[in-house]
């Protein structure tokens, strides 16, 4: 297990192809390597080592050893995308263009009674690479792959968790109190706090929470182990400042948020944003009231370098986000906004993730996603919540099973990776098609839509389109599978070829569509619950 991998290509069995990627005069252990697995998934990180039965491989979440039988190849230098590239297990055809594509893996497999956890809230280190959740079971810690889960603490956690940026550091309240721990479980600490902690946040390096008491109406800096906990702020210093004359329980307990060294703090007060520094000076108003007696602001948050502040109001609906000192104001609003049971916003701002699914808007109003639009119904599209890495490319989803048939139902984690070169266990998809590549508005024709994907494990394939990041407004899709069965316009039963022959959408008597491009969707189901969505751009719709 001693051999390093030095810049030439190192054969390790006849069954394992190893590929050199590596520019003139690059060092291997410079390099980001790629190992591919024959289950399909690929890691990045530095290949360490090998012998005839082992090879070592280093990722961000560790050091880890496989079996030779597992691997299929080791890539050095790669698989480092150039700007524009595709992974080797995604195509399509001539003048369609892969505009993004996501890998959704369901990361465990909870079960009923001992195993069970009810899962009510999950945060992602900044990093990416740990994964912490409060449970009614107790608090744990995970890896995005689903490995090395940690039970931190055995009581009772009503959503009351916060991780540091390297996921070396939890922080949670339980039952018994308000711990401490590295996320393996060691180094597990008290801290002492002498009020009651009704929400709280932990600063990027781990050193320091910010907490909100609301028996004392006080928002707090602790440091773990140090000196006694310093007051911010509190419910008269912003009535105050904000004009308010009746205060009592207005700073609402999830509502507040901090940049990554707790330098700036956003709080929700009423229907207030506010914004302040660290040490409790410059308070002031970020935005004014609507009206006085509404009461749909929520999830204040802010972004990891205290630029930018995002906050929502269900009444209208929209997402508003403004910069540190309230101007360059960008707002998403609609329906598409209606439904936001959780929400956080990248570490530069850029994007707003909410939930129910995954939705994502750009911090600058250029964009909006819905990432868990689908055209057939699968339990990954019924995520509660989420919580998503600071360069916002990776995101874990907090799901639900169906209501109907799985009552008393464990909570389960997915990891959805955006534009990622590793196949997470997603289904592969190959020469992705539409012909004719458009539709007339009325929705009197039709097109074919076909795609390739070997996958032995496949569930199902669908299709679907989208109209700036959403669905189609005003038309409804109807359900679009695509078939390897020799009928419904598929030409060959069993040759991987998949085809939906009548791809359309019904007016449902709602009027044409409007002419203009259309977002081509594509989404691959295998029976291990992972799912690969593909949004291609070429597609159209035109007046008759």
């Known amino acids: 297990m001693t051999t390093r991998l030095g810049r030439q290509a190192l054969v390790l069995a006849a069954a394992i192809s190893v590929v050199t990627a590596l520019a003139s005069g690059a060092r291997a252990e410079d390099a980001k390597d790629s190992l ?11 290949a360490l080592g090998f012998d005839r039965s082992t090879v070592v491989f280093k990722t961000a979440a560790g050091q880890r050893e496989f079996k030779r039988a597992e691997v299929e190849a080791i890539l050095f230098g790669g698989p480092e995308a150039a700007v524009g590239s595709l992974p080797s297990w995604l195509s399509a055809r001539d003048g369609l263009k892969v505009a993004r594509w996501m890998t959704f893996r369901r990361i465990t497999r909870f079960a009923r009674g001992e195993d069970n956890k009810a899962i009510n809230a999950a945060k992602i280190s900044a990093n990416g690479s740990k994964i912490a959740f409060a449970a009614y079971q107790g608090t744990f810690v995970i890896d995005p792959d689903g490995s090395n889960l940690v039970k931190l603490g055995g009581k009772r956690n009503d959503a009351m968790i916060d991780i540091s940026a390297d996921g070396r550091k939890v922080v949670w309240l339980d039952q018994d109190g308000l711990f401490m721990a590295d996320s393996d479980g060691s180094g597990r600490v008290k801290v002492a706090f002498p009020f009651q902690v009704t929400s709280l946040r932990m600063t990027a390096d781990g050193a320091a929470l910010v907490v909100f008491s609301r028996d004392q109406g006080s928002l707090y800096r602790v440091q773990p182990g140090g ?6 702020t509190g419910n008269p210093e912003v009535a105050k400042v904000l004009g308010y004359t009746d205060y009592n329980g207005y700073m609402f307990s999830e509502s507040f948020g901090i940049s990554n060294d707790a330098s700036r703090i956003v709080i929700q007060f009423w229907q207030d944003v506010a914004a302040l520094n660290g040490d409790g000076t410059g308070l002031r108003r970020l935005n004014g009231s609507r009206k006085p007696d509404d009461r749909s602001l929520k999830w204040v948050r802010l972004s990891g370098d205290g630029r930018r502040v995002a906050y929502h109001n269900s009444e209208e609906p929209a997402i508003t986000v403004v910069d540190w000192d309230g101007g360059n104001q960008t707002v998403h609003a609609g329906p598409f906004t209606a439904s936001t049971d959780w929400m956080q916003v990248s570490g530069n701002g850029g994007k707003v993730l909410s939930s129910w699914g995954l939705r994502l808007f750009d911090g600058g109003g250029q964009g909006r996603l819905d990432a868990s639009y689908w055209p057939v119904s699968d339990p990954l599209y019924r995520a509660s919540m989420a919580s998503m890495s600071a360069d916002a490319k990776r995101v874990c989803l907090v799901l639900e099973g169906p209501e109907s048939v799985d009552q008393g139902r464990p909570s389960q984690l997915v990891v959805v990776d955006l534009n990622p070169m590793e196949q997470n266990g997603a289904p592969p998809l190959h020469d992705i098609d539409a012909s004719p590549r458009f539709l007339l508005a009325d929705g009197s024709t039709f097109a074919t839509v076909t795609a390739r994907s070997d ?14 990041g959403i669905g189609v407004k005003n038309w409804y899709a109807v359900p679009s599978w695509m078939n390897d069965n020799g009928e419904h316009g598929d030409a060959k039963a069993k040759d991987g070829l998949f085809t939906n022959g009548r791809f359309h959408f019904g007016t449902g008597g709602r009027g044409p569509m409007d002419a203009g491009p259309l977002t081509l969707r594509v989404v691959a189901f295998n029976n291990a619950n992972h799912a690969l969505v593909v949004d291609l751009e070429g597609l159209e719709t035109r007046k008759p």
């Open 227 to 232: 000196s006694e906990p310093r007051r911010i």
């Open 455 to 468: 996958d032995p494990e496949l569930k199902h394939l669908d299709c679907t389109a989208l109209r700036d």
């Open 36 to 46: 591919q697995l024959r289950s399909g998934t690929t890691l990045l990180g530095r």
